[in-house]
């Protein structure tokens, strides 16, 4: 089945600086790769996304790349700020059945 | 306001005593998912739904059951609670699951003693 690794565990920046998350995955047929944040204490959000036919994309200060042939996809969050402070999950869509597996997820520290 | 409704949002329960967790979404979404998170192993698919009477297991599904009547619904079942089933519950659903977020309930959770 489908396997979803993300690195780091915990990331600490200083407030103003770059952050970068990477997933890497197995099922060459997933197609669909969000991202979620989910802060202190509340649930999950989706703060961006992309598809399988799309290399990058961007939202204001985050982004996301996709490398289909590598396997593997990254979040970036650009001139970080104390609200970025937060858990980041990874997800992958199955390529073979409708499960979405989840990486483990990576502590962001925004220091001041 | 579009939302997913979970309930309760905190339960303690003795072991062995049959529970149910509602989530209700209102959204007209066809995909619903059950996720539990738990320290360090993130979150983990226990059951999810492609639309009504179509249920599938995820990765984690032993201990749970799930009914799906109607669109807006999808109850968790516990018939028999253990320990190891503390743990910090979340439903979600989604327009289709490989194509669109997931919105995400506001969690329920569980403490088994």
């Known amino acids: 089945g489908e396997n979803v690794e993300q690195h780091p565990s915990t990331l600490s920046v200083q407030e103003g ?3 970068v998350i990477k997933c890497t995955y197995s099922d060459s047929a997933s197609n669909y790769f969000p991202w979620y944040k989910q802060e202190l204490g509340k649930r999950p959000q989706l ?5 399988s036919n799309v290399g990058e994309k961007k939202d204001q200060r985050i982004a996301v790349t996709l490398n289909k042939t590598a396997k593997h996809f990254s979040l970036h969050i650009t001139e970080t700020q104390p609200e970025d402070s937060a858990v980041y999950f990874c997800a992958v869509s199955s390529g073979g059945n409708d499960k979405i597996i989840f990486g483990k997820g990576t502590r962001l520290h925004i220091l001041p | 306001e579009a939302q997913v409704t979970q309930n309760p949002r905190y339960l303690i329960t003795v072991t062995g005593k049959k529970l149910t967790v509602t ?9 619903m998912s059950w996720y539990r998170q738990d320290p360090g192993l993130g979150l ?3 059951y999810y739904s492609m639309n009504v009477e179509v249920t599938d297991k995820g990765d984690v599904p032993e201990g749970y059951k799930v009914s799906r009547k109607e669109k807006r619904n999808f109850p968790l079942i516990l018939e028999s609670p253990s320990p190891n089933q503390t743990s910090l519950y979340f439903c979600a659903s989604s327009w289709k699951a490989r194509d669109y977020g997931y919105t995400f309930g506001s ?5 088994v003693v």
């Open chain 2, 44 to 46: 983990r698919q226990i």
């Open chain 1, 17 to 19: 600086d770059s952050a």
């Open chain 2, 23 to 31: 989530c209700s979404q209102n959204m007209n979404h066809e995909y």
């Open chain 1, 47 to 51: 703060i961006i996304d992309i598809r």
């Open chain 2, 107 to 111: 969690g329920t959770r569980l403490t």
